[in-house]
T-cell receptor, first 114, second 112 residues
């Protein structure tokens, strides 16, 4: 079956522009996660969706970052007024449910802010 | 100080060598410990996970957790060139896997 897919695979934008990153989780997975991976650093948790519960936004670094998820399907991560420090690989993962289920990662979107 | 420390490498070994990858951590509340493998331009994939202290073996891979020392290890026996990748340790609190805290990753190069 298909894994987690993300689009675009690469995004180059100018400082100050808004960007939207998309994640399609594995079908049937109720939990969805966003992480950021900066060069030379580990993955940083950003946000977690579980079913219809309120998302856990505790990892979002500023109010320029937001994410939405429609039901148990597609999620969009939006970064407003991008800054150069936002340059990173943004990874999405999904799991069957929350708790102890394995997270399956997508290939990521490489964002470069000029 | 980062919550999870991991030597970024690169670690270069010849094919067939035993590889030891390690992480230290500062938060004694971590209960779940995981190792992910990440190939270039790909997302991480889960290799192994353990709960609390102890050892776990899966084929050529062995994961060890020493909670008293706040130290975890991944051993790879009979390493292969296909094992060349970045290995990330990750851990979470006793509430489960929701908010994983990752190390920076160690880049491993296995030469034929």
């Amino acid at each position: 079956g298909a894994g987690v897919s993300q689009s675009p695979s690469n995004k180059v934008t100018e400082k100050g522009k808004d960007v939207e990153l998309r994640c399609d989780p594995i079908s049937g997975h109720t939990a969805l996660y966003w992480y950021r991976q900066r060069l030379g650093q580990g993955l940083e948790f950003l946000i977690y969706f579980q079913g219809n519960s309120a998302p856990d936004k505790s990892g979002l670094p500023s109010d320029r970052f937001s994410a939405e998820r429609t039901g148990e399907s597609v999620s969009t991560l939006t970064i407003q007024r991008t800054q150069q420090e936002d340059s990173a690989v943004y990874l999405c993962a999904s799991s069957l449910s929350g708790g102890g289920d394995t997270q399956y990662f997508g290939p990521g979107t490489r964002l470069t802010v000029l | 100080q980062k919550e999870v420390e991991q030597d970024p490498g690169p670690l270069s070994v010849p094919e067939g060598a035993i590889v030891s990858l390690n992480c230290t951590y500062s938060n004694s509340a971590f209960q779940y410990f995981m190792w992910y493998r990440q190939y270039s331009r790909k997302g991480p994939e889960l290799l192994m996970y353990t709960y609390s202290s102890g050892n776990k073996e899966d084929g050529r891979f062995t994961a060890q957790v020493d909670k008293s020392s706040k130290y975890i290890s991944l051993f790879i026996r009979d390493s292969q060139p296909s094992d060349s990748a970045t290995y990330l340790c990750a851990m979470s609190l006793n509430t489960g896997f929701q908010k994983l805290v990752f190390g920076t990753g160690t880049r491993l190069l296995v030469s034929p």
